[in-house]
């Protein structure tokens, strides 16, 4: 199947910028560290469980150097309630250390610096990169895949495919925030279940063969 064409690609764009102009992440954060530390706790986890672990974990080790005092064994309480938070605990004090010996104590804007850091992977430096650095990254989650796969604006087998299917699909106009677009319509309106096709803004240029109809 071939993929979207330019032109609907600009209109699917288009359509979602004049529904949120501004589109903003919905993980809490106050400095880049934390926005970074966020991310690195939202691998398979809901933004809202990260928020509820990091406004405990943040009102004690807002900083690298806050953090790298706490520990490992008080981070860990305080962030036991989401997934895998005993590894998550390990990569976050680690990099919180990586930060203060070798950048300052600050997050480098710099792709290969991030993805040396623990437990940042591509997807992480993305979202550093976009949202602290205001580069045109695209950050394939779980939601961006599946709308970008559905809608046929690109479709890959592996986020990285994804990825560089959309950055060559994407105007340039759009580029900057269509990260957000794309996972804010996947978590709200394209889920995975029960996608909301007949509330869809964008349904007549979607090419997913199991879409509902719109409603008359």
Not at 73 to 97: C, M, Q
Not at 99 to 127: F, I, M
Not at 163 to 172: D, F, I, T, W
Request: proline share 6%.
């Amino acid at each position: 199947m071939r993929p979207m064409s330019v032109k609907n690609a600009s209109l699917l764009f288009a359509r979602l910028a004049a529904a949120n102009p501004e589109p903003r992440s919905e993980l809490e954060y106050d400095s880049p560290y934390q926005l970074l530390v966020a991310v690195v706790l939202s691998a398979q986890a809901t933004d809202k469980s990260v928020n509820l672990a990091t406004r405990r974990l943040f009102a004690v080790a807002p900083t690298p150097d806050a953090m790298v005092n706490l520990g490992e064994e008080a981070l860990a309480d305080r962030i036991r309630t989401i997934g895998l938070y005993k590894t998550k605990a390990k990569n976050v004090l680690e990099l919180s250390r990586q930060l203060l010996a070798r950048h300052d104590g600050s997050v480098p804007h710099d792709r290969a610096a991030l993805e040396a850091l623990p437990g940042v992977g591509r997807k992480t430096a993305n979202v550093v990169l976009n949202v602290v650095f205001g580069e045109p990254t695209i950050a394939v989650d779980t939601h961006i895949f599946r709308v970008a796969n559905r809608t046929g604006l690109a479709r890959g087998d592996t986020p990285l495919a994804v990825e560089q299917g959309l950055l060559a699909r994407v105007p340039q106009q759009f580029r900057l925030h269509a990260h957000h677009w794309l996972i804010l319509h996947g978590r709200y309106v394209c889920t995975a279940r029960a996608p909301r096709c007949n509330e869809c803004s964008i349904a007549d240029l979607c090419a997913w063969p199991e879409k509902r109809p719109a409603r008359a």
